[in-house]
């Protein structure tokens, strides 16, 4: 069935979208006859996708399209017939702009965090206000929690098997930092452990018995092999033999004896005496000999099995911590990342009081919102279905809600973030006996017909497909080949093989043939990684092409100007750094700055510091760069403008020191849009929703898929509960099923999501399609069955194909050159306002003083309602001294609800401007109680201090300061309300409450 004869309102709809066969139209019909014809307000009606961009997009389809047909019959009538139902548009549009603030048209990570945000302690987020943390912030952060659990584990020698998984994982893929490679190493694992697997399932939970001590080979090796040495005369073997008696468990040193050792294995799970095939000839062992050798191996892989449990349990033992610290400085507070919203989202489904929590929200949501669209499916992760799906069961499966899902199995290529393909056969199985109906649309609206001729003989090709990646994928690939809605339009697809040394060449020459550049045509260059983007895309600057990189650019790495830009601020952070330093004194900025500041290096270093606490660090930058700017290129203006606008943004957040604008230039990540360029040089998963009139792949892969040494977490289900394992070799995994079944379901899901990457890149092109394949290296043996994309390809449809006009480009008018860009105006430089913080005027403590006073107040934070419900509190020093305060009746009473309407917030922070100083403080806890109108009539402010001072009077003399800024801002923000301000002294075990003179009554 094509997607002519697909009736939009259908109540429960799935649509199987292949690439270019408008499902944005679709899903813009699905809204407007929603409202239109069925009458729906649209405030009942909530449309998710996965990216602002593509929700943007989908906004502006339905709006657009009803104030064209709005004044426009002709248009209206067509509308109205893809819909299948007679409406007036025009009511329908002013219906859709009336309701637009209370349209849920977004992205299903913003719709999270607007649940969240509306029902925080509903859900049981009892902390501070909910705040969503993002971006940089959230890498700062994170980075800062990561150091101190790593410092603390490196202290306590905790750390040891941790480190040894980590440099097993990382082993010839390291990255520019350590400390980078650690972070991206412990954050995958940390998303494992806020999927839900539990502690216990970390090392294989139960599946891995009986396993020996790891120390058990060493001990044991010498006296099985020296048995095996004793009358063995092969050369070949003693030299195996050699090898197992070097190997250490975890060295990989066995692995590399070569073709007798891969026939040992195979010989191994049979029993009876072992024929080794090796250089054409067969050793034979007897029977008691063989099974000697089987006793080696099956020791040495249980102790290569234990110590992967080992460095498991090891590695979840420090993600705890994390995890912990995460729960301490962070979710507590209220600042939750939005994986922590989408796990707070679907706790309800393994925690029953989480369940009855979800509920009640769920019961308010139903009767807010009736009809569900969801839009690409595929890149669903189960985190994400889990903190929907109560809401569509409610629209699906009852008479007066709807739900209409599209997508595309074909499309997913981002399981490695999450995406699950397979929720495609849940909603069917779920939804079915509600009339869910699935259509599929393969008519592509993109592509002209020599693109498809070459996508559909690639990807329609299921014998080569079976051939090369195996029968699973001929089951899991579901293909109906696709025809253009343009049949008239022309273009042209090519495929050819280029040599490595000439790929450069012939990329340069191929765009320079097409006119690009010259023409009025978009060109997506498109590749698989990111060093990639950056090579070439320097590849097509140097031959003159303007070229943007799509994705995440990143100003301080790809170009001069942003390096010398961030070692200067690495240089101001800290002037003993001598690479930073000369790196910039390499540059034409030093010629710049040594004309300001003339005297020496000390002048130059004072000066910049001085401009930048004065004017902020933005427009210091600018005048280093103005003199330049002439100078500089194109694209390194916009690199400039992109550090420059960076540190503005820095400055205008408030924080003050070199140390910190070096860091926020160290994570800066900017999303950059298509634009206009001549030349689009991005990633295939970037290039994912796109379309180009002529899309190049210069580089597609010839590895063979998967590669097994990407293998990082062996994961499944035992007993219903799911474990997961940092894995052992890969000959130890082929010997234990349950590693061997995960691997194979790993490798599958590899080959798929290879498959559907290949699609993807292929799909990109409107009217021009060029793969450029490798040579196939003399070397390679078994060529043809040489499981690699490129491959593929080339099995599918040869080495040299060509479809459709080959000069179809002539008759494209030429393109419109955008004029240059000018230096940013930043305007003139602004004093920057003093830094106040309200907590400064305590006596520097002890680093013992500083870990006591943080478990103190980790325990207070836990406090909630005294009359209420006891908390349980941290068995640790600040623990136990914090239960036994609020034992105490003068105590308790400042954390009792009195059944007040009161609000609680912990570590609240406050931001305010004083005396025309920007103060930065956080409250340790503050009661908001509301009169019977609900309007905030007093305020009580604590502050624990953990001080050891001989009176009240003392405690107020150091801190009665900080609480009179505390109650100056608030007063400001809630006008006539009463303040208490209270300082809790753990070592008076007092309260202090402080009054405007400062006089205490306790």
């Not at 500089?632 to 408030?654: H, K, N, P, T």
Request: net charge negative; proline share 4%; glycine share 10%.
């Amino acid at each position: 069935m094509n997607d002519d004869a697909i009736h939009i309102l259908e109540r429960n709809l799935m649509i199987l979208a292949s690439a270019g066969s408008g499902k944005t139209f679709q899903l813009a019909n699905r809204v407007i006859g929603l409202v239109g014809a069925r009458g729906a307000s649209p405030e009942k009606i909530v449309a998710l996708t996965f990216t602002r961009k593509a929700a943007g997009e989908f906004a502006d389809s339905v709006l657009s399209r009803l104030a064209g047909c709005a004044s426009d019959p002709v248009k209206a009538a067509e509308l109205c017939a893809q819909i299948g139902e007679s409406f007036e548009v025009g009511p329908v549009l002013a219906k859709v702009v009336r309701a637009l603030p209370r349209f849920q048209l977004g992205t299903m990570d913003g719709f999270f965090a607007r649940i969240v945000r509306g029902f925080q302690y509903e859900l049981g987020l009892t902390g501070g206000t909910f705040e969503l943390i993002e971006g940089p912030r959230l890498e700062a952060a994170m980075a800062d929690i990561l150091s101190a659990v790593l410092g603390g584990a490196l202290d306590d020698g905790s750390a040891e098997e941790f480190l040894h998984a980590f440099r097993r994982a990382t082993l010839g893929k390291e990255g520019q930092g350590v400390l980078r490679d650690v972070e991206k190493f412990l954050g995958s694992w940390h998303g494992w452990w806020k999927s839900g697997t539990v502690a216990s399932g970390w090392g294989g939970g139960h599946l891995f018995t009986g396993l020996p001590e790891v120390d058990l080979w060493e001990t044991e090796k010498m006296g099985l092999l020296g048995a095996l040495r004793r009358g063995e005369s092969n050369d070949a073997v003693l030299k195996l033999i050699d090898h197992f008696e070097l190997h250490t468990v975890g060295s990989g040193r066995v692995a590399k004896a070569g073709t007798l050792f891969e026939r040992l294995l195979e010989a191994v799970p049979a029993s009876g005496e072992m024929e080794l095939a090796y250089n054409r000839k067969v050793i034979r062992f007897s029977l008691a000999v063989s099974d000697q050798w089987r006793d080696v191996v099956r020791l040495l892989a249980a102790c290569e099995l234990s110590a992967s449990v080992a460095r498991t349990r090891a590695v979840a033992d420090l993600v705890a911590r994390l995890d912990g610290e995460c729960e301490r400085r962070l979710r507590n507070r209220g600042l939750l990342g939005f994986d922590d919203v989408k796990v707070l989202m679907g706790r309800w489904a393994g925690d029953e009081e989480a369940r009855g929590r979800r509920e009640a929200v769920d019961f308010r949501l139903d009767a807010r919102y009736d009809h569900w669209l969801l839009d690409e499916f595929q890149d669903t992760s189960v985190a994400e279905w889990l903190g929907i799906v109560p809401l569509l069961d409610e629209a699906a499966t009852n008479d007066d809600g709807t739900l209409f899902v599209v997508g595309d199995r074909k499309q997913a290529i981002y399981g490695w973030r999450g995406g699950e393909v397979a929720l495609f056969d849940e909603v069917e199985r779920r939804y079915r006996q509600y009339d869910l109906q699935t259509r599929p649309m393969p008519k592509s609206w993109r592509s002209c017909p020599a693109v498809l001729d070459l996508v559909n003989a690639v990807c329609g090709h299921k014998a080569v497909i079976g051939s090369l990646f195996g029968e699973e994928m001929i089951r899991r690939w579901v293909w109906e080949d696709h025809d253009s809605a343009k049949p008239g339009l022309g273009g042209c697809a090519t495929v050819e093989v280029v040599a490595k040394e000439d790929r450069d060449e012939r990329l340069v020459e191929l765009l320079h043939e097409i006119g690009i550049g010259e023409r009025a045509l978009t060109c997506g260059v498109l590749v698989r990684t990111n060093s990639q983007v950056r090579e070439i895309a320097t590849l097509l600057r140097e031959h003159g092409f303007d070229v943007i990189e799509e994705g995440r650019r990143h100003p301080v790495e790809d170009n001069a100007v942003g390096v010398v830009l961030f070692h200067l601020m690495r240089w101001l952070a800290d002037p003993a750094d001598a690479f930073a330093e000369e790196v910039v004194r390499m540059s034409p900025l030093w010629s710049v700055v040594s004309a300001r500041f003339p005297e020496d290096w000390y002048m130059v270093w004072e000066g910049l510091l001085k401009e930048a606490r004065t004017d902020g660090f933005a427009a210091m930058a600018g005048k280093v760069v103005e003199p330049l700017w002439d100078g500089l290129s194109e694209f390194s203006r916009r690199r400039a403008g992109d550090v420059i606008g960076a540190l503005a943004e820095f400055d205008a957040g408030g924080a003050a020191t070199a140390r910190e604008a070096a860091r926020w230039l160290a994570d800066l990540e900017i999303a950059q849009a298509p634009g206009v360029a001549a030349v689009q040089v991005m990633t295939i998963h970037k290039s994912k929703g796109l379309g180009f009139d002529v899309v190049v792949l210069p580089e597609l892969e010839d590895g063979q898929v998967p590669d097994r040494g990407n293998f990082d977490v062996a994961r499944g289900i035992h007993a219903g509960k799911s474990w997961l394992l940092e894995p052992p070799a890969r000959w130890v995994r082929g010997l234990v099923p349950a590693l061997a079944a995960a691997e194979e379901a790993w490798a599958d899901d590899q080959r798929y999501e290879m498959l559907c990457t290949v699609y993807v890149a292929l799909t990109r092109a409107k009217r021009g399609l060029h793969v450029l394949l490798p040579q196939v290296p003399k070397s390679r043996k078994d060529a043809d069955d040489w499981a690699s994309p490129a491959n593929w390809i080339a099995r599918a449809v040869g080495t040299d194909f060509q479809a459709g006009d080959p000069r179809w480009f002539e008759s494209i008018p030429p393109r419109e050159i955008k004029p240059t860009p000018t230096m940013p105006d930043l305007g003139p430089g602004v004093a920057r306002r003093a830094r106040l913080k309200p907590s400064g005027g305590g006596v520097a403590a002890s680093q013992e003083g500083l870990r006591f006073g943080t478990s103190v107040h980790a325990a207070f934070e836990r406090v909630g309602w005294l009359d209420e419900g006891r908390p349980v509190l941290p068995d640790d020093e600040g623990g136990r001294l914090v239960n036994r305060l609020i034992g105490l009746s003068k105590l308790s009473r400042w954390f009792e609800r009195k059944g007040r309407n009161v609000e609680l917030f912990r570590e609240q922070p406050l931001e305010a401007i004083v005396n025309g100083a920007w103060m930065s403080g956080v409250i340790d806890r503050l009661h908001l109680v509301r009169d019977d109108l609900g309007m905030v009539a007093e305020l009580e402010v604590f502050d624990f201090k953990t001080d050891r001072v001989d009176s009240a009077a003392e405690l107020l003399e150091r801190h009665a300061a900080q609480m009179d800024a505390y109650r100056s801002a608030l007063q400001r923000a809630y006008g006539g309300a009463m303040i208490r301000c209270v300082l809790i002294s753990s070592h008076l075990e007092m309260a202090v409450e402080v009054q405007d003179s400062g006089q205490s009554v306790n």
